[in-house]
C-alpha cells in the first residue's frame, strides 16, 4: 500500500483511534483528492486499498510475463539443443520429445517469474529506502503494535500545512506532527 516517494522535504502525521476512523479518513483524503498520502497500521486491513484508491498492483501480469518468457526459452533452449544442435537418437527417442522438457520448463518459468515479482516489488515501493522522515516521530513508533497514521506528502499538489493539518483534525487525527527529512 505504500505510495511514498523519495526526496520528500516534509511529511505531515496524524494519528487515529482504530481502523474504521482511519479508513473513513483514507476515504475522505481520496474524495477531497489528495493523491500522496499513504495509511499506516499494525495489520492489514480489508478495504484499505479501495479507500485509499489504489489500483491493483501490476506484479501479477509482470510475473505471468516472467513466467511465459521462461518457459519459452527453457522449452526452446531444450528442443534446439536436442534436435538441431546435437542431434542424437537414444534407445529410439525422437529429436523432438518434449515430454522429458517440462520438469525444466516448469522450473525456469517458476523461476523467472520469482525473480520478477521480487525485483517489480522492490522497483515499484521503490525500495530500499534505509531512512524516512516517519521514522523521527516518537508517535510513530506504535504503528507495529497499536497505531494507526495517516501520512500525507508535502510533494502532493493538494498540499498547504495548516489546511491539511486542519483536514486531518477534522477527519478524527490527533498527535498531528510535521516531519522533516533530514
Request: net charge negative; hydrophobic share 45%.
Amino acid at each position: 500500500m505504500s505510495r511514498l516517494y523519495h526526496d520528500n522535504p516534509e511529511v505531515l502525521l496524524a494519528e487515529f483511534v482504530n481502523p474504521a476512523a482511519l479508513i473513513k479518513a483514507a476515504e475522505e483524503m481520496r474524495d477531497i483528492g489528495y493523491t500522496k498520502f499513504d495509511c499506516h497500521s499494525p495489520f492489514p486491513i480489508h478495504g484499505m486499498d479501495r479507500a485509499m484508491g489504489l489500483t491493483r498492483s501490476p506484479i501479477g501480469w509482470l510475473a505471468g510475463l516472467a513466467a511465459i518468457i521462461g518457459c519459452s526459452a527453457a522449452f526452446g533452449l531444450q528442443w534446439w539443443t536436442h534436435a538441431i544442435d546435437y542431434p542424437l537418437v537414444i534407445s529410439g527417442k525422437p529429436f523432438f520429445s518434449f515430454q522429458a522438457y517440462v520438469p525444466v520448463t516448469f522450473a525456469l518459468g517458476v523461476l523467472l517469474a520469482g525473480f520478477m515479482a521480487l525485483f517489480g516489488m522492490l522497483v515499484l515501493n521503490k525500495l530500499p529506502r534505509p531512512h524516512h522522515p516517519l521514522f523521527n516521530s516518537d508517535n510513530f513508533r506504535s504503528v507495529t503494535d497499536d497505531g494507526f497514521f495517516v501520512s500525507v506528502e508535502s510533494s502532493d499538489p493538494k498540499y498547504e500545512r495548516a489546511k491539511t493539518s486542519a483536514l486531518l483534525e477534522t477527519l478524527g487525527g490527533k498527535n498531528i506532527e510535521v516531519l522533516k527529512d533530514e
